[in-house]
């Protein structure tokens, strides 16, 4: 209830005056909840392919602590157009559509900024993987 407060609060320019506000708030408390379900169901399915394929080796605290790092040094290559985006998506959970409203562009724009990140990052992967593993 409390996020659905916040997100009207939010887009309180984007509700028509005349119009339900009762209504209003409960088509985003319906599409928040639709969210959370469809996030939950994706987080299942995640698990679920983890306990069918566990990792080869356990990671150590310290391996973690690296990866992040790492990951960071790989985000702060990427222009600030993109991280922006992939950031909303990926580590605030938004949909394109928030994301997209709160960037002012068009979903598609968002969607085109996350999957150029998101090779970017593979790319960047690689290229570490590649100076950090053994030489042949």
Not at 31 to 54: I, T
Request: proline share 4%; hydrophobic share 40%.
């Amino acid at each position: 209830m409390q996020e659905t407060v916040l997100r009207a609060l939010d887009r309180m320019v984007q509700f028509e005056a005349g119009s339900s506000l009762k209504a209003w708030c409960f088509t985003i408390l319906r599409n928040l909840f639709l969210e959370q379900k469809r996030r939950g169901k994706k987080e299942r399915e995640v698990l679920a392919h983890y306990e069918q394929q566990p990792p080869s080796r356990v990671a150590s605290p310290a391996d973690g602590r690296q990866e992040v790092q790492e990951l960071e040094v790989m985000l702060w290559q990427l222009t600030p157009l993109l991280r922006e985006a992939l950031v909303l998506i990926g580590a605030h959970g938004m949909t394109y559509a928030e994301a997209a409203a709160i960037c002012e562009v068009d979903v598609g724009t968002i969607k085109a900024r996350v999957s150029r990140a998101r090779t970017m990052l593979h790319r960047l992967a690689r290229q570490q993987a590649g100076e950090d593993g053994p030489e042949e």
